[in-house]
């Protein structure tokens, strides 16, 4: 059984998750407003992977006898300054979540919740990838600043991300 604190900061990331998902499928629709479908295709298999984790804590929490609560999911922005600014806030909402994730693994700690923490232990771990990930294109951009030509190599780049999209996560 989940202790009553885990299960509710369990369901905030949950939703988190959701609103992660959210916001890039946002992001997506703006790239291709933008022309820039390879990017479009890099952000929407973000969001892809984004309802994967919301699968995983939707399990987890049901596996460990507790209730999934669904929250209202805050209306995310859907338009940028420029494509810089938009993965700009790609990264630095890869380190916010980051930050979240972390918070969930000290209070699993203070509970002395093993399970949750070996849970939580696969999130912090993608979120290494995710803010690698993230830093690498952002970068990319960066560094196409002011030219178009670089920029379409950057976007034909990003179209070849291929992410799965998995209903139902193995068990963990």
Do not use: C
Not at 88 to 93: C, G, I, L, P
Not at 160 to 169: G, L, T
């Amino acid at each position: 059984m989940l202790d009553e604190r885990i299960e509710k900061a369990l369901n905030v990331q949950l939703n988190a998750e959701l609103y992660s998902a959210y916001l890039y499928w946002a992001m997506a629709a703006y790239l291709k407003d933008e022309d820039l479908p390879g990017m479009a295709n890099w952000m929407e298999n973000q969001a892809k992977e984004e309802l994967n984790h919301t699968v995983r804590f939707y399990k987890y929490i049901g596996e460990r006898g507790g209730r999934v609560t669904m929250e209202a999911i805050e209306r995310p922005p859907d338009s940028w300054d420029d494509v810089l600014s938009l993965f700009e806030d790609v990264y630095a909402h890869e380190q916010k979540v980051t930050s979240l994730i972390h918070a969930l693994v000290d209070l699993s700690d203070e509970v002395r919740d093993h399970a949750t923490s070996n849970f939580l232990q696969w999130f912090v771990a993608e979120q290494v990838e995710e803010e690698d990930s993230a830093a690498e294109v952002l970068g990319k951009v960066r560094r196409s600043e002011g030219s178009p030509q670089a920029l379409m190599m950057v976007d034909e780049q990003l179209s070849q991300r291929v992410a799965p999209f998995v209903i139902i996560p193995p068990k963990v």
